[in-house]
């Protein structure tokens, strides 16, 4: 490893506070070299650090699920990162933007686990098998860097912009074919994009086989009940006082409003 394990802690603890005090900060690659493997140890001692707050991890998210968004990141993989308790919002709620820093909204599907799932060789077949429910859901992200500018390390190490989500009612997955549901995304009542569930790598139940697949490698599992958040399914929008953004879907609704 490049970076000994007190700067991971002084790393983590820095993107830490950043969240916590709302303060942007520059990427972590501008201070130190970080390997994708190391970014994932910060964002491991991140975790730890809200776990030792009193924070529960109640799931897990993927990123960068668009070709196209992996293409400008230079990847062939999405990325990880992990849900605490305190970033989920009910569904119709609130988000005061004094709570974050510069937040943008995406469209998502989110599955509900019913059976823990395990690596190494996890299909979308297990995924669907192991799913209580699909509902439509909202992520709001907010990169701790400025201007959301990083390369990859750096947005790993910080939970993949994670920060808060919505997730609306939720339908079992045995009369679905998860390529074909159908999302409007809105704002202020406006349409803004239209979009299916293949836009996220062909199939959702993809890139949640990949999450079990890659918490395989860090000797995790995915337990029941955990919210997976399998990845936007259009561009992100930034939010602003006053906007309400709504996911309207063939199984379901899922909103909220900044405040
Ligand atoms: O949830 C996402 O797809 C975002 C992953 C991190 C990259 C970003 O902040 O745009
Ligand atoms: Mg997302």
């Not at 809200?50 to 924070?55: D, E, M, P, Q, V």
């Not at 939970?159 to 549901?181: A, H, K, M, Y």
Request: glycine content about 8%.
């Amino acid at each position: 490893m490049g970076i000994d394990e007190r700067k991971i802690k002084e790393i983590a603890e820095h993107l830490d506070r950043c969240e916590l005090e709302r303060r942007e900060t520059d990427k972590i690659t501008d201070e130190y070299e970080i390997t994708l493997e190391e970014a994932y140890v910060i964002q491991d001692e991140l975790k730890r650090r809200k776990i030792s707050r009193g924070h529960k991890i109640i799931g897990y998210k993927i990123g960068l699920t668009s070709r196209a968004k992996m293409r400008q990141m230079g990847v062939g993989t999405p990325i990880f990162g992990f849900l605490a308790d305190y970033f989920m919002i009910p569904n119709g709620g609130k988000i005061s933007l004094d709570e974050l820093i510069h937040p943008k909204i995406e469209p998502e599907i989110a599955f509900i686990i019913k059976k823990d799932l395990e690596g190494p060789c996890c299909t979308p077949l297990d995924v669907l098998a192991s799913t209580e429910l699909i509902a439509p859901a909202i992520e709001v992200i907010d990169s701790r860097y400025r201007d959301f500018k990083f390369d990859l390390p750096s947005v790993v190490a910080d939970n993949c912009s994670s920060s808060r989500f919505i997730v609306g009612c939720g339908t079992p997955p045995e009369s679905l074919d998860l390529r074909n549901i159908g999302v409007i995304f809105e704002k202020n009542g406006e349409i803004l994009k239209t979009s299916s569930g293949s836009a996220v790598l062909g199939n959702p139940a993809n890139s949640v086989a990949m999450l079990v697949n890659h918490l395989y490698n860090r000797f995790e599992i995915l337990p029941r009940g955990s919210i997976v958040l399998s990845g936007a399914l259009s561009e992100a929008i930034r939010a602003r006082k006053g906007d309400s953004f709504r996911v309207i879907s063939s199984i379901g609704c899922a909103s909220v409003k900044i405040v």
